[in-house]
């Protein structure tokens, strides 16, 4: 079992920043890319930023030049650094991470998911 623990979500104002944790604990052998996804009220779950093992970003357009992740593999841990929030960065935020168990044939690979955390930025 594997358990994906998000923290640092609330409110903050237009132009606030805030910085959201996602830690991985468990069943863990190695965890290749590791991201964060928002959903809005009505609107389907997006990608925000995704990272690879080896460091390799990836950016929604929306966030470019806004937002940062990074992540620490010796902790299994995956951060998102927001700034010059806007009300439309308003969601739901949810770690993912892609599991490896281990490299027997027994094991598996597979994707996980927190259990979100709210950004509301507002005035």
């Known amino acids: 079992q594997v358990k994906l623990v998000e923290s640092g979500g609330g409110l903050v104002q237009p132009g606030g920043s805030l910085t959201l944790s996602c830690e991985a604990s468990?069943?863990?052998?190695?965890?290749?890319?590791m991201g964060w996804y928002r959903q809005a009220p009505g609107k389907k779950r997006e990608l925000v930023a995704s990272?690879?093992?080896?460091?390799?970003?990836n950016y929604a357009d929306a966030v470019k030049g806004r937002f940062t992740i990074s992540r620490d593999n010796a902790k299994n841990a995956v951060y998102l650094q927001m700034n010059s929030l806007k009300s439309e960065d308003t969601a739901i935020y949810y770690c993912?991470?892609?599991?490896?168990?281990?490299?027997?044939?027994?094991?598996?690979?597979?994707?996980?998911w927190g259990q979100g955390t709210q950004v509301t930025v507002s005035s």
């Open positions: 993912n991470a892609f599991i490896i168990t281990g490299r027997g044939s027994g094991d598996i690979e597979y994707d996980d």
């Open positions: 468990g069943n863990i052998f190695e965890i290749s890319t």
């Open positions: 990272v690879t093992r080896g460091g390799a970003t």
